[in-house]
């Protein structure tokens, strides 16, 4: 299942600002929540829904990253991806992101449904802990990227990562269910 408006709009808990309800709108807001209130991280250190740009065979596309905490210097630390499915699954295509992200490669990744969650490092794609308290805390985030040497991937190994990247995206882009996939009207009593 991918994202689809679902026609209202909710407060953002970081911005304040009204923003679109979409299916994973509620979730993202929850881990934002987490990060702040049981994690301690600094509310203007969090963005979310930021773009990872990249590019196919001279086509341009983008993939919405649903959590990015920024160390003091505003180097992206850790990505977070909501999964709609088996937190495993989504391992790869996270570790991917991390490894492309603009600033980056971020050193840490975590994939959550909110139930579950793995911490990943992205240099090795090893999971380093699973569960929800593996959620870092901020002090933690710094003392773990603090002194990591962020190396930009090679041309060649961009290419590489990108195409194992869109691989994963492909269902976002309508390879998916197309129309089938748009919620239900709302009633309107």
Do not use: N
């Amino acid at each position: 299942m991918h994202e689809t408006s679902l026609g209202g709009t909710l407060r953002d808990y970081l911005s304040g600002e009204e923003i679109e309800e979409t299916t994973y709108e509620e979730f993202r807001q929850a881990l934002a929540r987490l990060l702040v209130e049981e994690r301690g991280y600094p509310r203007d250190r969090l963005r979310t829904k930021v773009d990872l740009p990249y590019e196919v065979d001279g086509e341009a596309y983008s993939r919405s990253v649903d959590l990015v905490a920024y160390d003091p210097e505003d180097r992206p630390a850790l990505l977070v991806f909501f999964s709609s499915g088996d937190v495993g699954s989504y391992e790869r295509e996270t570790v991917m992101a991390a490894r492309l992200f603009p600033g980056g490669p971020v050193p840490l990744a975590l994939v959550t449904d909110t139930m579950q969650a793995q911490l990943l490092d992205t240099a090795s794609g090893e999971v380093l802990a699973t569960g929800m308290a593996s959620t870092p805390t901020w002090a933690d985030l710094l003392a773990r990227t603090r002194d990591v040497v962020r190396v930009p991937p090679t041309p060649a190994q961009r290419a590489k990562l990108t195409r194992i990247f869109h691989t994963y995206c492909g269902f976002l882009f309508g390879a998916c269910c197309s129309e089938s996939c748009t919620p239900p009207p709302k009633s309107r009593s």
